[in-house]
């Protein structure tokens, strides 16, 4: 069975810029969510994409925004890049969206904007 | 809005002692309750989590959990720590539904002395 995968592992911007994101979910899972986890603090819910739609948003501006696949794989894209989005972009991914049905995470990318 | 508070921003102990990680949220009704762990430069696993039922829930590692509604409080605790369990812990909460979506804490590092 094959986990979570993100691509890249690390990556490198500078404000303005844009960036999107790749996730893999993991075989047989339907839904998807994004988090961002800042330095020191713990994730915070960016999104989530049942069945190629959003199921709900977490308190993120739209410049963030998001695609899941036919296949169940999924982008986060950012536009406008700023300091404050440097961060850790963690990607889970579950069969449904109830709360009975775990996530699992994938490695996340390491975004840094300078 | 749903909250998730862990006290313990480092926490330090000697391999072999028994290790409680604290926990609390804020939330109206009974919420489903996460605890993960976060090694360096990784995602985030699964340790266990509670729905419903026995308050007192058993985890991979060894590790457990008590819910308990009266003190709003979701503790994990291990009675003997590994040099391995060091990392970063994460409790967080979900509501439930269809939205998907869990509120983590700020995490509490651990550290483990040989």
């Known amino acids: 069975e094959t986990g979570v995968t993100q691509s890249p592992t690390h990556l490198i911007k500078t404000r303005g810029q844009q960036v999107t994101l790749r996730c893999s979910s993991q075989s047989g899972h339907n839904t998807v969510s994004w988090y961002q986890q800042a330095l020191g603090q713990g994730p915070q819910f960016i999104f989530q994409?049942?069945?190629?739609?959003?199921?709900g948003r977490g308190n993120f501006p739209p410049r963030f925004s998001g695609l899941q696949f036919p296949n169940y794989s999924s982008e986060l894209n950012v536009n406008a890049l700023e300091l404050d989005d440097s961060a850790l972009y963690l990607c889970a991914s579950s069969l449904g969206t109830e709360s009975n049905q775990p996530q699992h995470f994938g490695d996340g990318t390491r975004l840094s904007i300078l | 809005a749903q909250s998730v508070t862990q006290p313990d921003i480092h926490i330090t102990v000697s391999e072999g002692a028994s290790l409680e990680l604290r926990c609390n949220y804020s939330?109206?009704?009974?919420?489903?309750l996460f605890w993960y762990v976060q090694s360096p430069g990784q995602g985030l696993q699964l340790l266990l989590k509670?729905?419903?039922?026995?308050?007192l829930v058993q985890g991979i590692k060894g590790f457990e959990a008590e819910f308990k509604r009266s003190q709003s409080s979701f503790n994990l605790r291990k009675p003997s720590v590994h040099w391995s369990d060091a990392a970063e812990y994460f409790c967080?909460?979900?509501?439930?539904?269809?939205?998907?979506?869990?509120?983590f804490g700020k995490g509490t590092l651990l550290t483990v002395n040989p």
């Open positions: 994409y049942y069945r190629e739609e959003e199921n």
């Open positions: 939330y109206g009704a009974t919420p489903y």
């Open positions: 967080a909460v979900d509501s439930g539904g269809s939205n998907y979506k869990l509120t």
């Open positions: 509670y729905f419903s039922g026995d308050t």
